[in-house]
C-alpha cells in the first residue's frame, strides 16, 4: 500500500527484467479477486514497514491457503506480519530523512535496495548473462548493444604496418585511418599494435627518433576477439583491460578489422 506499493512495483519490474517471472499486487486488489494470480509455486514479498497494515496482513491466510510461501519486508521483525512470514527481512532505519519523521523516505529507499539485493542475488544463482538479458530488453539502446555482434560495427579499414615502417609512416597511417591505432603485421601474419599511448611512450624512451621503426615501438601480443562475439562482451573486456581498442579476427585468427570503446555511441 502507498509509497510500499510503489517500491513493489520496481522490485517486480527488477526481477522481470532479470529472468524471475513477476508482478505486483495491491492488496486491496488481491482481496478482491486478483488472489487468482496466485499459485503454490509462488513466493510472495509482502512489504510493510510497520508490519501492521491491515490490507497486507489479512492477505496471510489465503496466501496459506494457496500454499504460497511469504517474505516479509518489515521494520519490525516482532510485528503481525513479521511473526506471520515464513522469511523476514529487516529493513528498519533509524530515522526517516523526513525532517519530522513521518514521510517514508530513508525506509523505502532501504527497501529498494533490499529488492534490488533479492533481485542480483537471484541473477547470480540463476547464472544469469548478458545474453539472457538481451532476450527480455530487445528494443532500445539497451537491446541493440547487447544483441549487436563485433562483426556488424567494427572498422573493416585496417591501418596496417609494416615491421620496418618509419616512425613517420606509423604515424602518417595512424592519421589517415583516424583509429588511433595501427596494425603491424609481417606477410599477413598479426605482429603487433601500435596506439597513441606506444607513440607518446616510444618519445619520452628515446632521445632520437628518425632510427625507430614500427617493431621498436608496437605492443606485442596485442588483445583480440572474434568478430562472432557480442558487442557487450568486447566493451567489458576493454573496460577492464583499461584499454580502447581491441583487434578483431575470424575463425582462423585473420585479422577482420578493429574495434573502438567509443562504437558504444553508434548503439545508442
Excluded at 576493454?238 to 582462423?252: G, H, Y
Amino acid at each position: 500500500m502507498g509509497k510500499s506499493g510503489a517500491i513493489g512495483n520496481k522490485i517486480a519490474a527488477t526481477l522481470a527484467s532479470t529472468g524471475t517471472p513477476s508482478f505486483a499486487v495491491h492488496p486491496a486488489e488481491a482481496y478482491h479477486g486478483d488472489l487468482g494470480m496466485f499459485t503454490a509455486d509462488d513466493v510472495a514479498i509482502l512489504i510493510s514497514y510497520s508490519g501492521e497494515t491491515e490490507e497486507v496482513i489479512r492477505l496471510i491466510p489465503s496466501l496459506r491457503h494457496f500454499g504460497v510461501k511469504t517474505i516479509a519486508l518489515v521494520g519490525n521483525a516482532q510485528s503481525t506480519l513479521g511473526r506471520n512470514a515464513d522469511l523476514v527481512l529487516d529493513i528498519s532505519v533509524e530515522r526517516e530523512a523526513c525532517p519530522n519523521n513521518l514521510a517514508p523516505t530513508t525506509s523505502t529507499t532501504v527497501t529498494l535496495a533490499m529488492g534490488d539485493a533479492l533481485a542480483v542475488a537471484l541473477i547470480n544463482r540463476r547464472h544469469f548473462k548478458p545474453q539472457d538479458f538481451a532476450i527480455f530488453h530487445p528494443g532500445g539502446s539497451l537491446g541493440r548493444r547487447l544483441l549487436t555482434r563485433i562483426k556488424d560495427v567494427m572498422h573493416a579499414n585496417l591501418p596496417l604496418c609494416a615491421p620496418l615502417d618509419s616512425l613517420r609512416d606509423v604515424i602518417m597511417t595512424i592519421t589517415q585511418a583516424g583509429l588511433g591505432v595501427g596494425v603491424v603485421v609481417d606477410n599477413g601474419a598479426l605482429k603487433g599494435v601500435i596506439t597513441d599511448g606506444d607513440l607518446r611512450r616510444a618519445l619520452f624512451h628515446h632521445d632520437r627518433m628518425d632510427s625507430l621503426t614500427a617493431s621498436d615501438i608496437m605492443t606485442r601480443s596485442p588483445l583480440t576477439v572474434n568478430e562472432t562475439e557480442m558487442f557487450a562482451d568486447a566493451e567489458n573486456i576493454m573496460l577492464k583491460a583499461s584499454v580502447t581498442a581491441l583487434l578483431v579476427v575470424n575463425d582462423q585468427g585473420v585479422l577482420t578489422g578493429i574495434l573502438k570503446l567509443q562504437d558504444a555511441s553508434q548503439l545508442k
